[in-house]
């Protein structure tokens, strides 16, 4: 299963890919099990050069029944920095929230690599 | 403090102008991401994990009041109420919108502040000793060359796309608390054996994948050819670095693969071709000398009554004396460090109300004069001893007066995985692991000076390398690892540090460290520091100790 | 006839271009010719001696050393920017302009964008091929963004020290 992600260009805020727009929230993202959708979907995040900046996507693992995103960059993008809880998308708090706080599983995510050249 | 003119301040003005435009053309889809990321980074505009990274410049770590209060200003408007000191003496801002930018660089403009330069493959900030102008070991004040470095490398149109980023750094004095050896060109001040003076220029230090403590490659170099010889080696640099591989792109490769002779050789016959025409005239080294506001001091003595009796009186200021308080060349005077180690908090980090308690201190007591480390500190370099009281009791009420300066908690870390988009670990929590393992401060003192840094990835931006116990965080399986490695040193006696082991998970690293200590507390001799005792047992009895317990 | 973006007394304008590129392998045609060194090497004396006025494009590691008895005779040197951050080709138009003294036409050509106007007029680039589609007015206006300047170049701007007098 995969998610779609990238930095917003004005803000520089992490958002989701969701049927052609972009959300802040992890836990509305939508979420890919076909790799073709997958594909096409991160094309067209592409082509919205004044949108998003670098979209990619990434690699999810299943958490209290709910989806994750693999690797521990990733979770800290969803959630902010841990130095301080009350900064980024993690002071929202709430159940969506917690289940990517308790996501372990750590095998490298697709996103990595792309990453590196930012 | 240099003063800016008009000249001076008309061209960051205009700087922020073409910005201004730049981010309207990006916006509106007229460049591509691909074609701006070199613009915005040379405006020290990252974009990060959470949000866009911007990198303000301290010249040679220097601020005023005016300065320190729009930072902290900015902080607020703008982000989160915090910024952060780095290795470099900048300031970073770590939730910046790409689309406040142009203001932001407005409002820094005009308190002679800039972004220019900060990252990309350009000559970065030129860094210099903190205590310039202040301490009795200079032979000169560095901050003169650092200024006429920073206005000739500003928008140089021959080498503002080198292969790769390019870092120099000055010191006047014999002790080095800038890195010199460690930086693409490190220039120290000497006096020729005629009295003139000159550099020593040591080209191709740096950390890294591949770090190296630089050879020097001109013993003397009469300081009126300073920027002749700088021109010659850019040049050799900008035609010849590595451009296939941007891990193999920096002046170590080069000057490593030529071999310092040869890499001298070419830069000698470069600089033979360029002349005294490439030099700056000694008119304008004067000039710039002059513009740098001049402090005044009373004729004091010695010894302040206050200060002895308020040592007396109060244990915890005479702590804070005996660890925070360096010599100052003048009588009756004192340089103040103002840990930002605070225990438990984000090593470098500094809140908008500490930046103006700062500001209001340097204005009150300090001759408007204030200065960042590259250890992530900061400095009021001309305190009199009759203010320390005063000054410490506004420290310590800011959270600003951990007695820690050059102890073991006053660690340096890099932001790391909780906010960078290179690292491949955290350092922070690390940071404030061992920081609060080494709360006593009785202990701390016991141990006395001992330099950590950490790193979360490899390029080293909290200087691993060169720390008495170095910690590089790295991937392992998707875990956070961290290697340890002893014995560095970013001072005049500069080494790259040696490795312990096998990288340790995060929940091992603090208790790690305590047996390291315990080793040296065991194995030490007469004033031994930890670097050192390290130095003569070498790593045997260090490494026994911290695997012995791995099981 | 093709255009490139000319330089000339302060003034940026779209003019028209007498040269040809020929790469190493066509055959090549009659007037006025741009190739490369490795051709020029070969080929240059007896093309110099038909009268035609003649190029050499240089790659970012050839340096303009190895031209330096033949720049008399050159009317213009295109210096080739593969990638825009390649640096390389700036030292190259300092070089000709300030050491050699070249007075012919110094062209940047590649991936040649409107950002790098200012740098290039600076180092003595007098001819721009850019490869963003800007205009004449866009080079004019990126070029003049800065009213001083810190250091000499081969443009003879005074730098700050010398404004200040």
Known sequence: ?118 | MYQYDTLDKEFLADRAAEFREQVGRRLAGEITEDQFKPIRLMNGLYLQLHAYMLRIAIPYGSLNPTQMRALAAIGRKYDKGYGHFTTRTNLQFHWIKLADTPAILDELAAVDMHAIQTSGNCIRNTTADPYAGATAEEIDDPRVWSEAIRQWSSLHPEFSFLPRKFKIAITAAAKDRTAAKVHDIGLMLRRGRDGTMGFEVIVGGGLGRTPYVGPTIKEFLPVNRLFSYLEAILRVYNRHGRRDNKFKARIKILVAALGAEEFARQVEEEWAKIGPEGDLPDTEIARIRGAFAPVHFDTLVNRSEIFEAAKAADPQFARFARNNLREHKRAGYTIVVISLKAIGETPGDATSEQMEVVADLAERYGQNDIRVTHEQNLVLPHVKLDDTPAVYAALKAAGLATPNVNLISDIIACPGLDYCALANARAIPIAQDIARTFADQDRAELVGELKIKISGCINACGHHHVGHIGILGVDKKGEEFYQLTLGGSGAEDAAVGSMLGPALPAGRVADAVDTLVDVYLRERQEGERFLDTFRRTGVAPFKEAVYADAD | ?165
């Open chain 1, 1 to 118: 299963m995969k998610a779609l992600t990238g930095n917003r260009l004005t803000d520089g805020e992490v958002v989701f890919w969701k049927a052609g727009a972009w959300v802040e929230r992890f836990a509305e993202a939508e979420l890919f099990d076909d790799a073709q959708k997958a594909e096409a979907a991160e094309a067209s995040a592409k082509s919205q050069q004044t949108v998003v900046v670098d979209p990619y996507l990434v690699d999810l693992i299943e958490s209290d029944g709910l989806w994750a995103p693999l690797s521990y960059r990733e979770r800290l993008r969803a959630l902010g920095p841990t130095n301080h809880p009350h900064h980024g998308k993690q002071a929202e708090g709430g159940a969506a929230i917690e289940a990517l706080r308790h996501a372990s599983g750590a095998a490298r995510s697709s996103g990595r690599v792309k990453l590196i050249k930012r």
């Open chain 3, 1 to 165: 006839m093709p255009t490139r973006i000319k330089l000339e007394d302060g003034q940026f304008n779209l003019v028209e271009d007498p040269f040809t590129y020929a790469s190493d392998d066509e055959d090549l045609p009659r007037g006025d010719l741009i190739i490369s060194l490795t051709r020029f090497q070969a080929e240059g004396e007896r093309l110099l001696s038909e009268g035609r006025s003649v190029g050499v494009r240089l790659e970012p590691a050839e340096e303009v050393e190895v031209l330096a008895y033949d720049l008399p005779r050159l009317s213009v040197i295109a210096v080739s920017f593969p990638k825009f951050n390649d640096g390389r080709g700036y030292t190259a138009a300092r070089l000709l302009r300030e050491r050699y003294g070249f007075k012919g036409e110094v062209r940047a050509v590649g991936d040649v964008l409107r950002e790098q106007a200012g740098f290039m007029v600076r180092v003595g680039f007098d001819a721009f091929e850019p490869a963003d589609g800007s205009t004449p007015e866009q080079w004019a206006h990126a070029a003049r963004r800065h009213r001083h300047v810190y250091q000499r170049a081969a443009d003879h701007r005074p730098p700050a020290f010398a404004e200040r007098g």
